[in-house]
């Protein structure tokens, strides 16, 4: 069981208030992802259910139980750790063993978990080194290994991935996610990467200078934003935000297009403006044009073969459908 | 060419530091090759370097004169003793200083170090009232607990960087694992920290073996540590050089023999937190 409930949680450092009262539920075996800019207040926020932190106000219950004033250790959750703070004085079976010898479990049943934890993370033929002897990769595995022989009733991600190179990132993704799938456990991810967001999470928390902007699937966030925050922080390339003459067009203070839906063409369109920085991804082109009188450079994804070199004239065409609208206030209308 | 302009510089700049190493040494040198010659040739002009009838009278005569495994013990129990206690009270002070600071912390640090700015000798005339007072003078708790007091922010210091560089994630990681606050200390701390420890407690031991203040102001026979030792050789007419250098000799090859030990420890423990 994992369900963690936060109820007007709210944190302050002296006048300074990180996270203004919130409320939020995890539910049992969910994944949630807490997304947003650098000192939105997520890490913060993760702490607080860690209990690495005080709450200022408001009450954390786990699986229905107040754990507001309860020891970090006590509350049954495992951490994974941005840095991954392993023990550099001790063997990776060490590393792994310390939470069940600080539990006062047997020898044995020691040997047990951690032989079992090292098979599912590949870390079998590790387990006599020192952390300082293996590579990043390897060193998250032993710091998942340490939350895994725990059971706990949820883990907590903070910011796992970014200190890997691109290449391990994306691999430790899937294999955490496969995790996820494995265990059924509550995961509480706290990453400023929307692709992670996106691609692993059942529930994303987008955040805001300590508030929450909108909770959702990533498809609900991708297709109904709650407002321009939220629209231009999820999805890649960014949604193009339009504010001025061409919004109220339409009636209202700004649209918003997703890269993905406007066509480009040559010829003729709704919009004219000059190709400036093409990026080739292959599979897409990324176009940014320039000169539309719409916005600083509208951004358009386009298939992977068009022929248009900067300086081009070209003619955008927003696919009106899929057009998001919102009012003064940045809030979305229907 | 540009490879040999570098060849040639580097000659140079390794000249250059041995010169350097060779002046802060000779001193040391001297007083040891001095101390292997009769008085006469000690004072001899123009002065013989290595050409002289070498002999072991000195050390003879420093030890029928005075009793010397005295005052090193005490130097021992002194210097030892003070670094302890120093220590146990740092380690707890340094460790609430380097991982829950409050917000004078930084002033606090301040404030002990700048206890070191004060000459010495501007307290002398209260402590030494207050030890006369208090029967502590010429004993060893006396000294023991005086260079405590004047080595503890140095220690508090030297352990406060050493703290700072263990990542209070690993300790937090502690906390999440289970760990009590004893166990955090015990089991993941302290053999972080051992380096630091020890190179702290080399170094204090050095500083307190040579402090010749406060150990030549406070004693008279009793508690003499070694640097009374050499002072008792001193004459303001200069007339016992060789017996004079044969003291010194005595008194600094102890330290001089576990600073060479330990020389790896003590030169990272000194040049710490220099390089991330």
């Known amino acids: 069981m994992g369900r963690i409930t936060l109820d007007k949680v709210a944190k302050r450092f002296g006048d300074v208030e990180v996270i203004p009262p919130l409320d939020l539920t995890i539910e049992d075996g969910e994944f949630v992802v807490f997304v947003g800019p650098s000192g939105c207040g997520k890490s913060t926020l993760l702490r607080l259910i860690a209990g690495l932190e005080d709450v200022s106000g408001g009450q954390i219950r786990i699986d229905g139980k107040d754990a507001t004033a309860v020891q970090p250790a006590k509350r049954g959750l495992a951490m994974v750790f941005q840095s991954y703070a392993l023990y550099p004085h001790m063997t990776v079976r060490k590393n792994i063993a310390f939470p069940l010898r600080m539990a006062g479990l047997s020898q044995q049943e020691q040997d047990k978990k951690v032989e079992g934890a ?13 952390p300082g002897q293996l590579s990043g990769g390897q060193r998250q595995r032993v710091a998942i290994g340490r939350a895994i022989v725990r059971e706990p009733s949820a883990f907590l991600f903070d910011e796992p991935l970014s200190n890997l190179d ?10 955490i996610s496969e995790l996820h799938n494995r265990l059924a456990t509550t995961m509480v991810y706290v990453t400023h990467d929307q692709v992670e967001a996106m691609t692993m999470a059942d529930k994303i928390v987008v955040l805001n200078a300590g508030r929450i902007e ?26 193009n935000l339009i504010e001025g003459a061409e919004a109220a067009k339409h009636g209202v203070a700004t649209i918003g297009i997703r890269p993905e839906h406007i066509a ?4 003729s369109g709704t919009w004219k403006g000059k190709v400036g920085v093409s990026e080739h991804l292959g599979s897409d082109t990324f176009f940014h044009v320039l000169d ?18 900067h300086g081009d004239t070209v003619y955008l065409s927003p696919d009106a459908a899929k057009m998001h609208r919102f009012d003064t206030e940045g809030l979305r209308i229907e | 060419m540009a490879r040999a302009v570098t060849n040639r510089r580097k000659t140079i700049a390794t000249a250059a530091a041995w010169t350097i190493g060779f002046l802060i040494f000779f001193p040391i040198l001297w007083t040891v090759l001095t101390s292997f010659k009769s008085e006469a040739d000690a004072i001899a002009s123009p002065p013989k370097f290595l050409f002289f ?32 206690i120093g220590l146990a009270i740092a380690i707890p002070a340094a460790w609430a200083m380097a991982f829950v600071p409050g917000k004078r912390t930084k002033d606090v640090l301040m404030w002990m170090l700048s206890t070191k700015m004060l000459p010495p000798v501007g307290v002398l005339v209260p402590i030494y009232l207050i030890f006369r007072d208090t029967g502590l003078l010429d004993t060893r708790t006396g000294l023991v607990i005086v260079l405590t007091l004047i080595n503890l922010p140095i220690i508090v210091w030297m352990l406060y960087t050493y703290f700072k560089e263990i990542p209070a994630d690993i300790l937090e990681a502690a906390r999440m694992d289970g760990a009590s606050l004893r166990s955090e200390i015990l089991y993941v701390l302290t053999p972080m920290a051992v380096p630091g420890i020890a190179s702290t407690l080399l170094l204090n031991i050095i500083l307190a073996w040579n402090e010749a203040f406060w150990t030549l102001n406070l004693t008279a026979a009793k508690a003499a540590p070694l640097t009374a030792f050499i002072a008792s050789y001193s004459s303001p007419e200069g007339l016992f050089y060789a017996k004079l ?16 030990f330990s020389q790896k420890q003590l030169v990272r423990g000194l040049t710490f937190g220099a390089v991330k």
């Open chain 1, 264 to 267: 480009v063409s040559p010829e």
């Open chain 1, 118 to 130: 090292a098979a599912v993370l590949n870390l079998t033929n590790y387990l006599d080194r020192r």
């Open chain 2, 245 to 260: 250098s044969a003291a010194s000799t005595m008194a600094i090859a102890p330290i001089l023999i576990m600073g060479w």
């Open chain 1, 214 to 239: 909108q909770v959702g699937s990533p498809l609900e966030l991708y297709h109904r934003p709650r407002n321009t925050f939220v629209a231009g922080f999820i999805g890649s390339p960014k949604m």
């Open chain 1, 292 to 309: 539309t009188g719409l916005a600083d450079a509208i951004t358009v994804r386009a298939g992977g073969e068009v022929d248009l070199h």
């Open chain 1, 166 to 175: 691109a290449a391990l990132r994306v691999g430790m993704r899937l294999e």
């Open chain 2, 53 to 84: 009838d070498w002999t072991l009278e000195n050390y003879a005569t420093v030890q029928e004169r005075s009793n010397y495994f005295r005052h090193f013990w005490n130097s021992v129990v002194i210097s030892v003793g003070s670094t302890l």
